[in-house]
């Protein structure tokens, strides 16, 4: 019974902040590599950012760099992401991603940036 599920969705004014949490279970957690990704409204599933199994390596697309960072606590069998400056253009559904032997999603938690 694999499940990750996420939480920390909100609504948030630009500029402000938030920090989303997945939670996972079912499987060997630090052996999987972790991702958030996000969608928009009628936009394409797009990765937001990467954390390798041991949480020594990072990656982020262009447009959050700066803003965003990905955390995990293999303790914990957590991931979280931590928005700052937020802007509308990030509002979508964000969900998590464990690759490795398998690939699991969450079920996402909505996150709107307006004024």
């Known amino acids: 019974q694999v499940q990750l599920v996420e939480s920390g969705g909100g609504s948030v004014q630009p500029g402000g902040s938030l920090r989303l949490s997945c939670a996972a279970s079912?499987?060997?957690?630090?052996?999987?590599?972790m991702s958030w990704y996000r969608q928009a409204p009628s936009k394409e599933r797009e990765l937001v950012a990467f954390i390798s199994s041991l949480g020594l390596s990072t990656n982020y697309r262009d447009s959050v760099k700066g803003r965003f960072t990905i955390s995990r606590d293999n303790a914990k069998n957590t991931v979280y992401l931590q928005m700052s400056s937020l802007k509308p253009e990030d509002t979508a559904v964000y969900y998590c991603k464990a690759a490795g032997t398998m690939e699991y999603w969450g079920k996402g938690t909505l996150v709107t940036v307006s004024s």
């Open positions: 079912g499987f060997t957690f630090s052996s999987y590599h």
